[in-house]
Nanobody, 126 residues
Framework: QLQLVESGGGLVQSGGSLRLSCTAS????????IGWFRQAPGQEREAVSC????????NFANSVKGRFSIFRDDVKNIVYLQMDNLKPEDTAIYSC???????????????????WGQGTQVTVSS
């Protein structure tokens, strides 16, 4: 059964960078698209980004376009979320999850995803 574990969160100043990792317990190459989501205190969880099973397709929330990138290392079964030019409003718990496909043509749907990780805290100070 697929299990996902996030790591790489921490405290960073505004304008800084962090790289989050989503490590899978099984082979994900060609089987799973991976999505990143975040939830800030008192707010609903929102989609951040996803990457297709092949790695050739990606999707980003408008709020992070141009600042975040996503890529996968299928040898290590890890999907990375590179976060640059971080802002205080990026502060949240970031979680990854798996799906059959990354919807590059429409908004990312949380309901498509399963096998959620526990999350990693990202805090951006102003």
């Amino acid at each position: 059964q697929l299990q996902l574990v996030e790591s790489g969160g921490g405290l960073v100043q505004s304008g800084g960078s962090l790289r989050l990792s989503c490590t899978a317990s099984t082979n994900i190459r060609d089987y799973y698209a991976i999505g990143w989501f975040r939830q800030a205190p008192g707010q609903e969880r929102e989609a951040v980004s996803c990457i297709s099973r092949s790695g050739g397709g990606t999707n980003f929330a408008n709020s992070v376009k141009g600042r975040f990138s996503i890529f996968r290392d299928d040898v290590k079964n890890i999907v990375y979320l590179q976060m640059d030019n971080l802002k205080p409003e990026d502060t949240a718990i970031y979680s990854c999850a798996a799906a059959g496909a990354c919807s590059t043509w429409r908004a990312i749907r949380e309901s498509d995803y399963h096998s959620w990780g526990q999350g990693t805290q990202v805090t951006v100070s102003s």
